[in-house]
């Protein structure tokens, strides 16, 4: 074993911890680092039997092997290059799965990447309220565009903030957890950022998180659960009007529900009951094989007239449409099948309900969207369900 590749492997992986959230570049050459570590370390045979014993990890690699055969069925697959590009990344889970890493790398990283993510709310925040110009004026390298808060897309950030918060709602419960008021004031941090950014799915996750910790926290205290309960209600209530974008955002979202999809009632359908009904039609037609690796947008481009551009976005906005719709019926179940499996390892772990939180956060994110075909959310959940499931507690 090369002892320099493992000294070098901790540092790499407590820097990915904190770039995940700021930088796609860097992400990716660091990535790179650990691949190259990674074989460098050695020990292949013990590799291979820590892989062939985690389930999930064959539902992964059964996963990607079908989008492979998936070539040779249906008659588009014009982005199954860019296919090939997002599935690469999964292949980082058995690289973290198997990788030497000490438990004290593990507690940094985490510490790393709610740093990371502490410094992005409060820019975005510094931001929002025009205390400072976008970070793009400052720093070239940082995309610059209406969409980007701090560092990253809106819907990116409120997400990973949204992990963050739940994160340290569980470190909170540890008994060895020291400093829990600095865990408070970051989740406030966090909050604050949420909820006065347009990315509903962060909002949503940071709500269920806090609910679940008010219900067990105060499970056996009705009075403060109550009290907690209403303290979140009166955030909610401010913020929605004192904020315009999440009151908006709010608004939005009620009258497509109220209008049977319509943005505005008697106008076009909102874009997400388009991909979902029109999907589902064509799912049907063909559930058992789908139509092919990368033939999504194709078709839709096609045959629907959504007036979409598929060159930006070229999922249906859900995950588990997008796969099925490729795929088909067997390409769902080991997608469920890697979730899954990871939700029963982390259970058996101590304080297994509060680490499955994880799991079952991106199980809930692919309803709204294709996060698993995501580089920034794909990273981050990789890292983190190696965090949640290779720490011991103490």
């Known amino acids: 074993m090369n002892n320099s590749a493992v000294g070098l ?15 796609i570049a860097i992400s990716n050459i660091i990535i790179g680092l650990l691949v190259f570590c990674w074989i460098l370390e050695g020990g292949f045979k013990i590799k291979f039997h820590t892989i062939k014993s985690l389930k999930w990890l064959l539902a992964l690699f059964a996963l990607i092997g079908l989008y492979l055969i998936g070539l040779f069925w249906g008659e588009n697959h014009v982005d199954a290059a860019w296919q ?76 990973l903030l949204a992990i963050a918060s739940t994160l340290c709602m569980y470190l909170l419960i540890e008994k060895k957890t020291k400093n829990r008021k600095t865990l408070i004031i970051c989740i406030v941090i966090y909050a604050t950022s949420i909820f006065t950014e347009s990315g509903r799915a962060g909002q949503i996750l940071f709500n269920l998180a806090s609910l679940f910790y008010i219900i067990y926290y105060s499970r056996k205290y009705i009075l403060r659960g109550v009290s907690l309960l209403l303290l979140l209600f009166f955030f909610q209530a401010l913020i929605y009007n004192t904020t315009s974008v999440y009151k908006n955002r709010l608004d939005a979202t009620s009258s497509i529900i109220k209008n049977n999809g319509d943005v505005i009632k008697g106008t076009g359908k909102n874009i997400r009951y388009i991909f979902l009904s029109e999907s589902l039609k064509r799912i049907f037609a063909k559930p058992i094989l789908g139509y092919g690796t990368g033939s999504f947008a194709s078709i839709f481009n096609n045959e629907v007239t959504s007036g979409h551009d598929f060159s930006l976005h070229k999922t249906p906005h859900n995950q588990y449409i997008y796969v099925w719709f490729e795929i088909g019926i067997a390409g769902l179940c080991f997608l469920i099948f890697i979730f899954y499996y990871q939700i029963m390892d982390l259970l058996q772990k101590h304080d297994g309900i509060h680490r499955s939180l994880l799991p079952l956060t991106f199980v809930f994110l692919m309803l709204v969207d294709s996060y698993f075909f995501i580089f920034i959310l794909t990273s981050a959940y990789i890292y983190l369900y190696t965090i949640y499931s290779r720490y011991e507690s103490e």
């Open 9 to 23: 492997q901790q540092y790499l992986f407590i820097s990915l911890g904190f770039f995940i959230p700021i930088s």
């Open 84 to 159: 090939f590009q997002r599935l690469a990344l999964l292949l980082l889970f058995p690289i973290l799965a198997t990788i030497r890493i000490h438990q004290n790398t593990i507690k940094n990283g985490a510490i790393a990447f709610l740093s990371a993510t502490l410094c992005s709310a409060i820019f975005a925040i510094l931001i929002n309220n025009n205390l400072i110009s976008p970070l793009s004026e400052y720093i070239s390298i940082i995309h610059s565009g209406s969409q980007t808060s701090a560092f990253i897309k809106y819907n990116y950030h409120n997400v």
